[in-house]
């Protein structure tokens, strides 16, 4: 099971609130869109997921093959 | 559906090809109606089983999105048609998603006697105390001193208190959450939704847009912010003076009674005595 957090730059309106409560703070709004700085730091606590009014942010477990 | 970049949940619960839906950048209403779309599927109801009323406003657009059997109907009466609709077919499972001026100002009626019939009803308050689609009048659950579109001087009126209102009319459980507190809020929704009586959660919401700027509560961040910092629960607010907790959100569960259910009061005491023959 790996977990990624997925975005979905195309439903982001940029209102910087996952940002904002991210504990480790590795997201960042870029012209009005929420990008990944850091994916090393990102501990897939789903908060962002959570509090995003767009659900353009989340975490995704996929099985790995194998 | 295969292309669509939303997580189990939003592909599970939702009109995907409804999305994404209208409300403004950092609208606290998304965030309360992913939360509640997260409890209705963590109690397991079966989803042919559940109905979502609205009446009209922003927050009332929410059944929109929402892939149940969903109604949006007229601007207040939300829970007028949910009654009916519960009255019809007692064993749906009935959600109200309204919006502090469509469930306190022009609906205020409606949910009182709602309440206290102790009707099978969860009705979710996404309260930003404005009207936000109309263009941020003030409503009952703006603060007194807040300023509106209607209210350029400040609001004169006292506000109501919608877990206090709930309580006093009769509902069986009365909570409040907010857009912040989402773990605590899905929480929330689901004994909401699990109480077999009439059921009401104050979720404090935030609009940007209107309520934000018009008091200088800043942008989405700002507002989320302000709710996290000015929240105490019941049980700290009890041990607190009155003006210590003057401009505070209480939040957490305000009553959870349990009481008899107005649709199976109606099949005992009515219409199985009907089916019987009984005389009156
Ligand atoms: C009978 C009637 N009166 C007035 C209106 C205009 N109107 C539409 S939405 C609304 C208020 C919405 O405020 P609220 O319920 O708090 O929802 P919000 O938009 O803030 O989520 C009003 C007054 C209407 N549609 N119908
Ligand atoms: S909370 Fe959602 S809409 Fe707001 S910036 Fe983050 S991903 Fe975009
Ligand atoms: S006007 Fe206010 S309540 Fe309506 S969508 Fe915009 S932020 Fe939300």
């Not at chain 2, 959660?201 to 018009?214: E, F, H, L, N, Q």
């Not at chain 2, 003076?241 to 008899?260: F, L, Q, V």
Request: hydrophobic share 40%; glycine share 8%; charged share 20%.
């Amino acid at each position: 099971m790996a977990k990624t957090l997925k975005i979905n730059t195309a439903w982001c309106k940029g209102c910087g609130i996952c940002a904002e409560f991210c504990p480790p703070k590795v997201l960042d709004i870029v012209r009005e869109k929420v990008v990944l700085k850091d994916m090393d730091k990102c501990t897939k606590c789903a908060l962002c997921e959570l509090r995003c009014p767009d659900f353009a942010i989340y975490v995704e477990t996929e099985e790995v093959a194998g | 559906m295969a292309d669509i970049m939303a997580s189990n949940l939003i592909r599970q619960t939702f009109r995907t090809d409804k999305l994404p839906h209208i409300w403004c950048q950092g609208c606290g209403h998304g965030v309360l109606m992913r939360a509640a779309a997260q409890a209705i599927l963590n109690v397991g109801f079966d989803p042919d089983k559940v109905c979502i009323v609205s009446g009209i406003g922003c927050s009332s657009r929410a059944p929109g999105y929402m892939n149940y059997n969903t109604l949006h109907t007229t601007h207040g009466r939300a829970i007028a048609f949910a009654t009916g609709v519960k009255l019809a077919k007692p064993e749906l499972h009935v959600i109200v998603m309204t919006g502090d001026g469509d469930a306190a100002a022009i609906g205020g009626n409606h949910f009182i006697h709602a309440a206290r019939r102790n009707i099978g009803i969860t009705t979710i308050v996404f309260n930003n105390s404005i009207y936000g689609m109309t263009g941020g009048q003030y409503s009952p659950t703006t603060p007194m001193y807040d300023t509106a579109t209607t209210a350029p001087y400040g609001n004169i009126e006292q506000t109501f208190d919608l877990c206090k209102l709930a309580d006093a009319s009769g509902a069986s459980y009365v909570a409040r959450t907010t857009a912040y507190h989402v773990p605590q809020a899905i929480k929330i929704f689901e004994k909401a939704l699990l109480n077999k009586g009439f059921s009401v959660v104050d979720a404090i919401s935030g609009c940007p847009t209107y309520y934000g700027r018009k008091n200088k509560k800043g942008n989405a961040v700002q507002m989320m912010k302000w709710m996290k910092d000015n929240s105490i629960d019941f049980k700290t607010a009890e041990k607190m003076t009155a003006d210590e907790i003057k401009d505070k959100i209480i939040t957490g569960e305000y009553k959870n009674a349990p009481a008899p259910e107005y649709c199976e009061i109606y099949q005992k005491e009515v219409i199985d005595k009907v089916l019987k023959g009984d005389a009156i």
